[in-house]
């Protein structure tokens, strides 16, 4: 990875009186600059202090852009509508990997190789055997793509050019398999077998829905659907996972072994589990009628009530992302014919929150996790496997990252500092005289 970072001045430091230190402030190609403090121990002896390093930059990335202030995602400079508009997931997992949009004969290419990877080791699926009916699908899917560490193991995955772009086009291919199967163990259906004549999505949807005994035909609006989804959720930055990823990945692990690590952080409630506290959100409500009741516990500081699937951390301005998922999702309904209190419930929300004040003037408007809850669901997936998906498209950006990490000679093992506040040095006491 060639570095494009540059110094553009210097900060002049001076803690609890001491001599002051220098150091440089570097610059992107976009986005706030950051001052250098590797060298910040050594030079003052004190270390930074920043839980959750929400002011602090791990490394330069050149993969995914985010300006929340503007509303703005980019995945290699490129606006994240334009992607779910105009392109399909494989092109733009492509673009994650490689850095740039393929021509006619690298698509084709990569599209050729990796569905010719979808196809899982026979042995894996004596690990689902071992798995309870009602496992959360997650835990599934942390099992398995973990233990994919067993039938690719090849030392060179993180040394030799090949051996990696072949482990990144295994996973890519191979999890949209392994997630369909974590759907269809926890239903107690048959699994499907890949299709090769299908898309990426298309095939998914394939191995989720259809039964061996009659045949199964992609709806198209559906298939388009599921491939925005996919990639409105391939990549965002150094979020918890993305960062989870790279930490194995800087000690040298297996790729498949530092994926299945992001998978077990995105499980987490506070990460992927968004569109799913969205939904229970809708269900709690029930009704139209129950609205009003809910908005004013919303405004109502001392409730602890919360609406879900409104504003975001990171956007202050409008999730880019739910722009596109809002018409997909009245695609989805119309093409289904679905009606139900829920999702009149959260049409009703949509309007509300789109045209009452407090709500603009907050900047809580629906965000992606609002409306890829509602499509998952109209589509039967359970709200269980609503992370699944989410891991499913994140795990290109994932391999994206973990690759772009490998290939960044300054990158070296992770090892956060911390602030301790123990007991001090004392002396062991005989279990006999405490």
């Known amino acids: ?51 959750g390093y929400t002011s602090t930059c791990s490394t330069e990335s050149q993969i995914t852009f985010i300006d929340g202030g ?19 997931f494989l092109e733009v997992a492509y673009l994650l990997v490689n850095g740039e949009l393929p021509n006619k004969k690298q698509f084709d290419s990569f599209t050729a190789t990796i569905t010719n990877h979808t196809m899982l080791h026979d042995k894996v699926e004596s690990f689902f055997n071992g798995f309870r009916r009602d496992s959360h699908p997650m835990a599934m899917l942390t099992g398995t793509v973990g233990a994919l560490s067993g039938f690719y193991h090849d030392d060179q995955h993180t040394t030799e050019d090949e051996a990696r772009n072949v482990a990144i086009h295994r996973i890519i291919a191979k999890i949209p398999t392994l997630a369909a199967r974590c759907y269809k163990y926890r239903v107690g259906q048959p699994h499907m077998y890949p299709d090769n004549s299908l898309s990426y999505a298309g095939n998914f949807l394939r191995m989720c829905f259809a039964v061996p005994a009659e045949p ?36 040298g692990a297996n790729p498949y072994a530092c994926i299945a690590a992001g998978i ?77 209190p829920v999702l009149e419930v959260a049409m009703e929300l949509e309007k509300i929150a789109t045209n009452e004040d407090y709500f603009v003037q907050r900047g809580l408007y629906p965000n992606v996790d609002f409306y890829s809850g509602i499509v998952l669901s109209a589509l039967g997936f359970p709200t269980d496997m609503f992370t699944v998906l989410f891991a499913l498209a994140r795990t290109t950006g994932w391999i994206s990252q973990w690759n772009e990490m490998l290939e960044d000679p300054s990158q070296r093992i992770g090892r956060p500092r911390q602030l301790y506040t123990g007991p001090t040095e004392r002396d062991y006491v005989s279990l006999d005289n405490r």
């Open 70 to 88: 503007k509303g703005q995602l980019l995945y290699r400079g490129y606006p994240i509508e334009q992607l779910a508009e105009k392109s399909t």
């Open 264 to 340: 077990a952080c995105l499980w987490g409630p506070s990460h992927g589990g968004a569109n799913e506290a969205a939904l229970n959100m809708l269900r709690e409500i029930g009704s139209v009628d129950r609205i009003p009741e809910y908005i004013a516990r919303a405004k109502d500081k001392s409730d602890p009530f919360r609406l879900m699937g409104f504003g975001h951390r990171v956007y202050k301005a409008t999730d880019p992302r739910a722009n596109v998922m809002r018409k997909t999702t009245h695609e989805v309904l119309g093409e289904l014919g679905i009606t139900n």
């Open 216 to 251: 199964y035909h992609v709806n198209p609006v559906i298939e388009s659907a599921m491939d925005k989804i996919f990639i409105l959720h391939a990549d965002h930055e150094q979020n918890a996972s993305t960062s989870t990823v790279r930490l194995a990945g800087s000690s």
């Open 1 to 51: 990875m060639e570095n494009k970072v540059k110094q553009v001045g210097t900060s002049t430091i001076s803690v609890n009186g001491g001599d002051p230190a220098e150091f440089a402030v570097l610059s992107g190609t976009m986005g706030q600059p950051a001052i250098d403090v590797r060298n910040l121990s050594k030079q003052t002896g004190h270390f930074t202090f920043d839980p």
